[in-house]
């Protein structure tokens, strides 16, 4: 079974990215630059992925020009577009899954579509300067990723004890 580490591998960094841009937006010393240091590389020092967060940001030329809650925007907009993307793929792989990956791929296309959707509301909130429910929206669209990951973890992990256990009560190696 190897569709099921493509798709949960696609676009876990970049989710990881956009959750962390909101601890930095909530951070007012961020706000003020210290000897010319550009905004992005001030917010994206306080990330656990400095360079994801800084090749991801600087990807956008608005980047350059925009505030934390522009910056909080671009990396929304970038995981949409990564959440829209690995939907899609997950969704194609319906048609091609065996009966044991069918019920995996069918989780992880609803987890990815409730993602993007709670990213698209993010973005309404972010509007609205409503951080909270920014980074609520955030977090439940973590989790919906998270979800079908861990589904494909379980499934993986049984599947390959079956098949383990099949082999070594055959004999076969």
């Known amino acids: 079974m190897g569709f099921p580490k493509m798709i949960y591998s ?5 989710l990881l990215l956009f959750l962390v841009t909101f601890t930095f937006m909530a951070n007012p010393a961020i706000s003020v630059l210290n000897n010319g ?6 917010a994206c020092n306080h990330t656990l992925y400095v360079e994801l967060c800084e090749s991801s940001l600087r990807s956008d030329p608005r980047s350059k020009t ?17 959440g829209v993307r690995t939907r899609d793929r997950i969704h194609s792989l319906k048609s091609t899954a065996d009966n044991k990956t069918l019920s995996g ?24 300067r409503s951080f909270d429910s920014v980074n609520t929206l955030v977090s439940s ?6 979800t079908c990951e861990e589904g494909f973890e379980v499934e993986m992990t049984i599947s390959d004890w079956k ?11």
């Not at 098949?163 to 190696?173: F, K, V, Y």
């Open 141 to 146: 669209a973590m989790t919906d990723s998270e």
């Open 66 to 82: 925009w505030d934390l809650q522009g910056l909080a925007s671009i990396a929304l907009n970038i995981n949409i577009a990564n």
């Open 163 to 173: 098949e383990a256990h099949t082999c070594w009560a055959s004999g076969q190696s």
């Open 105 to 128: 791929v069918n989780v992880c296309s609803e987890e990815y579509s409730d993602a993007v959707q709670n990213l698209q509301e993010a973005i309404g909130a972010l509007r609205n």
């Open 10 to 14: 696609v676009d876990r960094l970049p």
């Open 37 to 42: 240091e550009d905004l992005v590389s001030t």
